[in-house]
């Protein structure tokens, strides 16, 4: 019987199915993007910063080995590092505890030389100098000499929690007064750090505390500026690299996925490519992993590659390898603080490609969904800070404003905010504006939304 004759027959042959084949759309997809000559330059600008970092840590790095000498480049940074260390949740706390507790002892210390000159005893008056400390912390923040007494850390470290509980309200009212101060033209006392004060951000400096307890190496009975940059080195480094991921690379990773990601599903859709990807032996799964492999490949070129260079070529410049040792775990918050940056922007960017045919409407909606959502809690927030204003009269117009900034109940509107909040913890930078727990859920929810859309979406061209 000749061949022609046989008819239609079952096919017994069953399809290989790996789990590779999205490795050769995400390789296709790379390819036919990096042919835009727009993304070779954002690509070239965007790791330009590179160099201004190295020089940074190059410096920073100089400057922790030798903070004690006034030769070029350690002169030179050693200023920085002071400024960096005192914007340290955790450091300035500490600062404002102690004081605190000084202005306390001067007031007993004048109280009791009252009553012991009311019954004619003479009290030697130069034995109590409270703000010899003051002195010692504050009046050479510019010079590169912050220093603390180990009986003021153990006085921090053993605190209760009722004088944490007032010390809660009492550091709050000192930061926003300072603030009011020298808006007023008062004297200030050296550069002010402005965070979220939080009872955590207390207990975190009471560990800290209770942690430069053993870097007194020498006796001394103070934790000198040396002492205290040994310690705090390796957050001097994530301080660098999450400064690294917020500013610079942010904005190019908003426009490279602006550019790449709306064209990826929509095209398909719109040149009916699903007929060409799901004849091959491929699942739904591998094509979303394909295509949000294609965004990866750009984002990680964008922001892990460059920061891990960022982090060897200052191991590099370092003179000593013991930077090792303290900044191990630097890479592998890289590596997390990238993931939590391209796992949902990528997932959203994807889910407005497929709900469309024309990749000008994708990209339309993910530019305004960043430029909307910031400009959403600039004015809430300022909105937030007018009300303030007016129910405290007798408090300076602006430090309403810069309460309401701190806080960040309005920060969930904007995605970059909220982005860089779960960066901030993630490098332990304490420096959220807003709720971590509801960056994550607001996050999380993001995605599992999108992934619910994208599959229903992929799957609708091959459901029967």
Known sequence: MGINNLGYRKWELTPKIGSHQWTTITSFGVRVAWRSSWLRRIFLLAWLPILVMGVALFIL????????????????????????????????????????????????????????????????KDADNPDQGDARQQGGIFGGEISFDVEDLKFVADMSPEMLEMMFGQTTSRM???????????????????????KHKLQRSQEVARDLLGYDLDGSGVIEFRE???????????????TFFIIPQA????????????????????????????????????????????????????????????????????????????????????????????????????????????????????????????????????VEGVVRMNNNVDQPNFVGFVESGLEG?????????????????VFGMDQETGSIGLAFALVSLVCVICLIILRRRIVAPIRV
């Open 176 to 198: 926003m007064g300072g603030i009011g101060g020298r808006r007023r033209g008062q004297a200030g006392q050296g550069p002010s750090a402005l965070f979220k004060q939080s």
């Open 61 to 124: 790095e100089q400057s922790i080995q030798d903070v004690d000498s006034d030769e070029f480049p350690m002169n030179l940074g050693r200023p920085v590092v002071s400024i960096i260390i005192m914007q340290r949740p955790e450091i300035s706390n500490i600062v404002m505890i102690t004081s605190i507790k000084k202005q306390f002892d001067k007031v007993a210390s004048q109280l009791t030389q009252g009553v012991f000159g009311s019954l004619g005893i003479d009290v030697d």
């Open 251 to 382: 904005f190019s990773v908003v426009i490279v996925i602006g550019m790449v990601a709306p064209k990826l599903i929509s095209r398909d859709m719109k040149n009916r490519a699903f007929l060409l990807y799901y004849s091959r032996p491929i699942k739904p799964w591998q094509y979303l992993l394909g295509k949000c492999g294609i965004v990866w490949v750009f984002l990680a070129g964008l922001t892990t590659l460059p920061a891990l260079m960022l982090y060897c070529m200052g191991v590099a410049l370092s003179p000593s390898m013991s930077v090792l040792l303290v900044t191990w775990d630097l890479p592998l918050r890289i590596i997390i603080a990238s993931v939590v940056l391209c796992v949902p922007t990528t997932l959203f960017a994807l889910t407005l490609s497929s709900l469309t045919r024309e990749s000008i409407f994708a990209s339309f909606g993910w530019f305004a969904v960043w430029i909307m959502g910031s400009i959403a809690y600039g004015i809430m927030t300022v």
């Open 228 to 242: 205290l940059v040994d310690y705090l080195r390796p957050t001097l480094w994530a301080q660098i690299l999450f």
């Open 409 to 425: 109940n309005w920060s969930w509107l904007s995605p970059l905010q909220t982005l860089e909040n779960l960066q901030s913890w």
